[in-house]
């Protein structure tokens, strides 16, 4: 059972660049997120999709696009890279939006930005 | 004041000493509460569920006050391998979970 899988797990971009980070889940869960995680700031949601075809903002969304392709997967896009995010990206996903459930983790994307 | 908050620590114990971390919430309409632990900067993982009565899982004892909007976790006979950052994570309807930004532990032997 895979769980949350990430692709890729580490990449240099030089400023400017655009790249779609995948996020795909295989345990029906409705819900799922995107997070970054900076040095000395925990983690901080960019992005949620509560259910299949919504998304709604979460702390810090700019620079960013998402799209739920379908109940498994969700992109993070980067349409012009910067410097400012460097940084490790999470994806997660639970069962249902405004559960209790706890959420399950990828295993990262390490990104860098030149 | 962000939502949670953790003393970010470090604690660094002794193989076997007993250690506590306290969080604190902003948001009294909070309704679910975890601690996670995140080891050198790999995928949070789910230590705990807190629960109102209190509740123990081996070693680790999780509390909640909801009048103080106060979570603690308790760790007796720390191990190496407890070394690592934890997340107090609280739940509200209609949000994403909300995470501190970490306790970390160092246990030497």
């Known amino acids: 059972n895979a769980g949350v899988t990430q692709t890729p797990k580490f990449q240099v971009l030089k400023t400017g660049q655009s790249m779609t980070l995948q996020c795909a889940q295989d345990?029906?869960?409705?819900?799922m997120y995107w997070y970054r995680q900076d040095p000395g700031m925990g983690l901080r949601l960019i992005y949620y999709?509560?259910?299949?075809?919504?998304?709604d903002k979460g702390e810090v969304p700019n620079g960013y696009n998402v799209s739920r392709l379908n109940k498994r997967e969700f992109s993070l896009r980067l349409e012009s890279a910067a410097p400012s995010q460097t940084s490790v990206y999470f994806c997660?996903?639970?069962?249902?939006?405004?559960?209790?459930?706890?959420?399950?983790f990828g295993d990262g994307t390490r990104l860098s930005i030149l | 004041r962000k939502e949670v908050e953790q003393d970010p620590g470090p604690f660094n114990v002794p193989e076997g000493a007993t250690v506590a971390f306290n969080c604190t919430y902003s948001?009294?309409?909070?309704?679910?509460f975890f601690w996670y632990r995140q080891d050198c900067r790999k995928e949070p993982k789910l230590l705990m569920s807190?629960?109102?009565s209190g509740n123990e899982d081996g070693r680790f004892t999780a509390q909640l006050n909801r009048a103080s909007q106060y979570i603690s976790l308790l760790i007796r006979d720390s191990k190496l391998s407890d070394s690592a950052t934890y997340l107090c994570v609280v739940h509200r309807a209609g949000t994403a979970l909300i995470f501190g930004k970490g306790t970390t532990l160092s246990v030497s032997s």
């Open positions: 999709s509560a259910s299949e075809g919504t998304t």
């Open positions: 807190v629960y109102s």
């Open positions: 997660a996903s639970t069962g249902a939006e405004g559960s209790n459930q706890p959420q399950h």
């Open positions: 345990m029906n869960h409705n819900s």
């Open positions: 948001n009294s309409a909070s309704q679910s």
